[in-house]
């Protein structure tokens, strides 16, 4: 098991309860564009964000994921899930219209990976990964988890994170890129929500492991004087940036 499933894995409740939820309006954009509504696969599902709303627009939805624990922590109706990797799927050829992946694709963006797309898609048939990167709430909330990001937990990011940051504009995959609407997730959390949301972090995980305490422990007396009441909710946005085509053409 590798160390990104294994850090995945060990939070799974955490991310179940704090990680954002996807726009509807993205899912309805994807229907359209997929050759049927029948058959869509969304690979390292995690715990079921992007799978939920699949199931409202396709007649058949699976989720796969290589974290068991993950898979434990998902509560999806209507969508059968397995434990896979990523470019090893248990499935025909040709069976798939969509296959999306929801904030993983750079840790397997393999030329073996897009393959196993084109080999189970139909002709026709839609790929869209998306990421979004750190989130956005007023000017010294930011720089906090600004500083948090890119100071504290420098070197704790597990190798792939660069390719959000690219906001995949650095992967390259075998078939042209399709132009896909700005999209954006949006929330009003209360600050607990966010301490909850940081915890998800991988790299916290890791720096938590090896300084021995909880970095946002540390952070929370400067994030509370940010933020003001505790209880207050404020609006946090993330923008979403996509790869997405059609590689089986």
């Known amino acids: 098991m590798s160390e990104v499933v294994q850090l995945f894995g060990a939070r799974a409740g955490a991310y179940a309860s704090f990680r954002p939820h996807y726009p509807d309006a993205l899912f309805d954009w994807l229907a359209d564009r997929a050759p049927r509504r029948r058959h869509a696969l969304d690979i390292a599902c995690g715990n079921g964000q992007a799978s939920r709303p699949l199931a409202k627009r396709f007649e058949?939805?699976?989720g796969c994921d290589a974290s068991v624990e993950q898979l434990q922590a998902a509560d999806v109706d209507g969508v059968a899930l397995f434990a896979?990797?990523?470019?090893?799927?248990?499935?025909?050829?040709?069976?798939?219209d969509l296959i999306v992946v929801a904030q993983a694709l750079h840790w397997f963006a393999t030329p073996a990976f897009f393959a196993e797309?084109?080999?189970?898609?139909?002709?026709?048939?839609?790929?869209?990964?998306?990421?979004?990167?750190?989130?956005?709430?007023?000017?010294?909330?930011?720089?906090?988890?600004?500083?948090?990001?890119?100071?504290?937990?420098?070197?704790c990011w597990p190798e792939g994170r660069a390719s959000i940051e690219a906001e995949y504009r650095d992967l390259q995959p075998p078939f042209p890129r399709l132009d896909v609407p700005a999209f954006s997730m949006q929330a009003h959390w209360s600050l607990e929500q966010l301490a909850g949301y940081l915890r998800t972090w991988s790299a916290v995980q890791r720096w938590e492991r090896q300084h021995g305490h909880d970095p946002i422990a540390d952070l929370m007396p400067a994030l509370r004087q940010a933020w003001g009441n505790d209880r207050h909710q404020r609006r946090v946005s993330w923008p979403l940036h996509f790869l997405a085509g059609y590689p089986a053409g």
């Open 60 to 62: 058949w939805v699976l």
């Open 84 to 96: 896979a990797d990523a470019a090893r799927q248990p499935l025909a050829d040709g069976s798939l």
């Open 117 to 155: 797309t084109r080999r189970l898609l139909v002709s026709g048939g839609l790929f869209a990964a998306w990421c979004y990167g750190l989130m956005r709430i007023d000017a010294r909330t930011d720089a906090l988890v600004d500083h948090l990001y890119h100071v504290t937990l420098d070197g």
